[in-house]
């Protein structure tokens, strides 16, 4: 049974944008803090963003700063990711995670979505 549903993802010449989506039912979203997780061909599964769910505050991998932004529609159950100025190593399968870390606790990953940036 799949709990969260991913897409957007694609090719992208660099400098491009994309936004993915995640979107998951209302049990999950409300109390879960919702990630994406990357991973490269050859490389170990990295986180590149947070936002909680009791505040809406946001984290972010160092090398996305500035360049990245999630956020959550509470109205649709929704976490997105915008991606912007695209680089050849942002190339990787992007997942969606939700994690709720007390009780009830439970964590839910994503089929993942690909992200090529190439010309």
């Known amino acids: 049974q799949v709990q969260l549903m991913e897409s957007g993802g694609g090719l992208v010449q660099p400098g491009g944008s994309l936004t993915l989506s995640c979107a998951t039912s209302?049990?999950?979203?409300?109390?879960?803090?919702m990630s994406w997780y990357r991973q490269a061909p050859g490389k170990e599964r990295e986180l590149v963003a947070t936002?909680?769910?009791?505040?809406?505050?946001?984290n972010y991998a160092d090398d996305v700063k500035g360049r990245f932004l999630i956020s959550r529609d509470n109205a649709k159950n929704t976490v997105y990711l915008q991606m912007n100025s695209l680089k050849p190593d942002d190339t990787a399968v992007y997942y969606c995670?939700?994690?709720?870390?007390?009780?009830?606790?439970?964590?839910?990953w994503g089929q993942g979505t690909q992200v090529t940036v190439s010309s």
């Open positions: 995670y939700a994690e709720r870390s007390r009780f009830p606790r439970f964590t839910y």
């Open positions: 209302e049990l999950i979203f409300k109390s879960a803090t």
């Open positions: 936002i909680t769910s009791v505040d809406g505050s946001a």
